[in-house]
């Protein structure tokens, strides 16, 4: 995957799924179709995965890094779904080339809480990241060689308890041995980056 393909690129949607409702932020509108004018149809065209999972990555550097390369959030909603009797939540935050941005007044009424809502998602806890490329529709039709990328988080593992504390534990070595004289806060060691064209996991 090239990157972001200079200007390829028109949408890139974060797409969380978890089991935890009560992570749902309540500022998000429940709809069950893209807002975007351009939708990506996964059962017509199949996307290329060019990051496979990664556990345990820091991904609070997105909204930023995105906005360095010209993004801007441009609609965000939540579904609540069910798979084998069970629900859980998918959220959606897109970005859009801001060249290319069409929001609601709604959406932009409510932008700043809905921002603070995909930074506390970010920055409270790690995840497993994958990403994919996409075609590009509009009318059901592809939009040759305009592209959305998909970046999928989801086993989220957190990084504060319910009262908003970090977490701690005790560090251990190889063998599962503790050390150090006390528990210390759990801190991420893999990090997701948007740098130099490409999406990446560093640490």
């Known amino acids: 995957m090239a990157g972001l393909m200079n200007g390829a690129v028109r949408l890139v949607t974060v797409h969380f799924s978890f089991s935890n409702l009560d992570l749902v932020p309540t500022c998000l509108k429940q709809k069950k179709t893209s807002p975007s004018e351009f939708v990506t149809r996964k059962e017509e065209v199949r996307g290329e995965q060019f990051l496979e999972p990664i ?15 010209g993004f801007v959030l441009a609609d965000a909603f939540t579904e609540i779904r069910e798979k084998k009797g ?9 970005f859009s080339d801001i060249k290319y ?28 990241v994958r990403a994919f490329l996409n075609h590009l529709f509009k009318d059901r039709e592809i ?3 305009k592209y959305a990328i998909s970046i999928n988080l ?16 005790w560090q ?32």
């Not at 069970?86 to 897109?94: E, G, L, P």
């Not at 941005?101 to 806890?125: D, K, T, V, Y």
Request: proline fraction near 8%.
């Open 101 to 128: 941005a069409n929001c609601s007044e709604e959406f932009l009424a409510n932008r700043p809480l809905i921002e603070e809502a995909l930074r506390l998602l970010l920055e409270q806890g790690m995840w497993r």
């Open 86 to 94: 069970r629900q859980y939540a998918v959220v959606q935050f897109i």
């Open 143 to 145: 939009i040759e060689e």
């Open 172 to 203: 251990k070595d190889e063998s599962g041995n503790r050390i150090g004289d006390a528990p210390v806060p759990v801190k991420p060691k893999l990090f997701l980056e948007i740098g130099n064209e490409e999406i990446y996991v560093m640490s």
């Open 55 to 69: 556990e345990k990555v820091d991904c609070s550097s997105l909204p930023p890094d995105l906005a360095s390369i």
């Open 154 to 169: 989801d086993a989220r593992m957190p990084l504060v308890d319910k009262n908003g504390d970090p977490l701690i534990r």
